[in-house]
Nanobody, 117 residues
Framework: QVHVVESGGGLVQAGDSLTLSCAASGRYVRTYAMGWFRQAPGKEREFVAATTWRGGTHYADSVKARFIVSRDAAETVTLQMNSLKPEDTAVYYC????????????WGQGTQVTVSS
């Protein structure tokens, strides 16, 4: 069993920065990809960014050049969000599992990020 916990959400203004953190524990976590998805009200959950256990990074086009995902340790990942926009408002979920994080994924409970205009 893998346990995933996020932290760092909050309310910010457009143009501000915010950092989300995630820690996962359990068997095989060190070999898993870890990343972030988000779900806005009335929309489906969407991929944001992820890093594989080999260190490769992947981003959604909507956040590329604004967000930075990094794996600080084998079982932790952070998402540095810069130049935030109101459309970034969503519940952000940390995910851990085999790349490309489409099956066998373990999820955190989610953390709210609200960007005011």
């Amino acid at each position: 069993q893998v346990h995933v916990v996020e932290s760092g959400g909050g309310l910010v203004q457009a143009g501000d920065s915010l950092t989300l953190s995630c820690a996962a524990s359990g068997r095989y976590v060190r070999t898993y990809a870890m990343g972030w998805f988000r779900q806005a009200p009335g929309k489906e959950r969407e991929f944001v960014a992820a890093t594989t256990w080999r260190g490769g990074t992947h981003y959604a086009d909507s956040v590329k050049a604004r967000f930075i995902v990094s794996r600080d340790a084998a079982e932790t990942v952070t998402l540095q969000m810069n130049s935030l926009k109101p459309e970034d408002t969503a519940v952000y979920y940390c995910a851990a599992g085999p790349w490309p994080l489409k099956s066998g994924v373990y999820w955190g409970q989610g953390t709210q990020v609200t960007v005011s205009s």
